[in-house]
């Protein structure tokens, strides 16, 4: 066999050894993880199908579902929290490769070096040196698995942080545009406040003219037009403000021209959550504290075995040529090659203590993640219970306020019809729109704050999928 085409196939065979340390072994890339890689398949199917996973849909609110998949494609605070998973999962693969493979590296050096004579003339000197180094860990204790597999676990949990992300983001986007509606309809009732206290004030200055209304009674109308002018003018604001929030939280220029053009759906009473267990796998913060913890007690065994003797194996073989009719040929010809074996067991002595307080302090670690873990658990199943409890309440609060309003109505009406006979006075007028504004204010609010809370309910049961319910190509998948 030439000695040309032997240097080929030892580089074919270098190619496929490196194609099989970056590949062999390893977790798959970040895009193919999906929910089912954590809890199951049969589970991550059941839980993908339950009402939960759909509860943007189900809330029966087309525009908010459309613009809370918006924010999910053009959060930018998404967009950053994404691209740091993905960069740590791909160093995660690369310390997951590092750890447990064999590292193999080929070599080509090439010098040339002159040294001058007495005479003129100047004596030159090539060589050309190759190298092939092979070296390997054997893993006598699992501490280079232990290591490996909290790398992985670590990653894990910043794939949970991504999904957390995810469902924070659709609550965002969701509960901006409850805002949005609430400003929209607080900035209506302004307008109609300032139009009704107009329709006074012109009444009441008609009945000055013909001497029948006082001086206090037209500037108390005044009064009340300029401050319902003050009121809508703060309603205008507002209204711009959560119409640039909601615009930022989309990727959207903030202009503050985004209007809502649906209306706040109709609630039915919260059903039953599930058992307590089920949240703690939905939960992305808990599963992503889960991993953790998992990976805590990994670094416990890592930093205990780190005190026991490593064996490590090492190969390398080289060839050199000299002279002016050096070529490839010559350098790896296998039998100008010199090789060595060399397998080696160390054991440490005298660290000035850094492996026994690492040891110490990977167990504080774990019982911290530990500690972590339960604090997760337990603020998921409160912001659950909260959930619930404030529905409950939240309903009471929209009844009676419509109750309310219908009341104030009435009571406006039948005030303006006595004014203009002349039986009410005008205080008693202001008074009937100052309680119709209040129940009209108390009611928008109560419906928003209603439809708020159960937007949180949702996302603190975890969306019911891993990504909020509304990955349509995951759900697709699983």
């Known amino acids: 066999m030439k000695n040309g085409v032997r240097f080929w196939i030892g580089m074919s065979l270098l190619a496929a050894a490196g194609s099989c340390a970056s590949g062999r072994g390893l977790p798959p890339e970040p895009d193919t993880y999906v929910a089912a890689d954590a809890i199951g398949a049969e589970r991550a199917a059941e839980l993908a199908a339950s009402p939960a996973s759909t509860w943007l849909d189900d809330l029966n609110a087309p525009e908010m579902s459309a613009l809370a998949r918006e924010a999910l494609a053009g959060s930018p605070d998404l967009q950053i929290v994404e691209a740091n998973y993905r960069a740590a999962r791909w160093r995660a693969r690369g310390a997951i490769g590092g750890n447990l493979l064999p590292s193999l590296n080929v070599g080509l050096d090439a010098s040339r070096s002159e040294t001058p004579t007495l005479t003129d003339a100047r ?23 232990a290591n490996t597999l909290a790398t992985n676990l670590n990653a894990n949990a910043l794939r949970e942080d991504l999904n957390g992300a995810r469902i924070s983001i659709a609550g965002q986007a969701a509960r901006g545009w409850v805002s949005l509606l609430e400003a929209q309809q607080l900035m209506a009732l302004a307008e109609e406040d300032l139009q009704t206290r107009e329709r006074a004030l012109d009444l009441t ?46 990727g959207r220029y903030p202009d503050g021209s985004l209007r809502a053009e649906g209306d706040l759906p109709t609630l039915e009473a919260i059903a039953a959550a599930g058992a307590p267990a089920d949240l703690l796998e ?17 670094r416990v065994h890592a930093a205990r075995t780190a005190l026991l003797p490593r064996l490590t194996l090492r ?18 010809d296998s039998a100008n090659m010199i090789t060595n074996i060399v397998g080696g067991l160390t054991m440490p002595i005298f660290n000035g203590g850094a492996l026994l307080a690492e040891s110490r302090a990977s167990v504080n670690d774990r019982r911290a993640a530990a500690s972590d873990y339960v604090r997760t658990t337990l603020a998921a199943w409160r912001e659950v219970e909260a959930s619930i409890s404030a529905d409950q309440s939240l309903e009471v609060r929209e009844r009676e306020f419509g109750v309310a309003a219908d009341e104030a109505r009435e009571a406006q009406a039948l005030a303006e019809r006595e004014y203009a006979r002349g039986v009410a006075t005008l205080f008693e007028l202001i008074d009937a729109y100052t309680r119709r504004i209040d129940a ?25 999928a891993r990504t909020g319910g509304i990955d349509e190509e995951r759900e697709a998948v699983q």
């Open 123 to 145: 004596i030159r000197e090539d060589l050309l040196t190759s190298s092939v180094v092979a070296s390997w860990e054997i893993d006598l204790w699992g501490r280079l698995t």
């Open 205 to 250: 200055q008609r009945r000055y003219d013909a001497g029948i209304a006082t001086s206090l009674a037209l500037r108390t109308a005044r009064s009340q037009v300029a401050s319902a002018r003050a009121f809508r003018a703060q309603a205008q604001d507002s209204l711009l403000i959560a119409s640039r929030r909601l615009q930022e939280l989309l």
């Open 282 to 298: 939905r939960r992305p913060d808990v599963l992503a504290s889960e991993d953790r913890l998992r990976a805590a007690g990994f």
């Open 315 to 332: 190969g390398s073989a080289g060839a050199t040529d000299f002279g002016p009719d050096h070529s490839f040929d010559n350098i790896d």
């Open 440 to 464: 009209e204010r108390g009611l928008i609010s109560a419906r928003a704050d209603r439809v708020a809370n159960r937007i949180s309910y949702h996302v603190a049961l975890g969306g019911g």
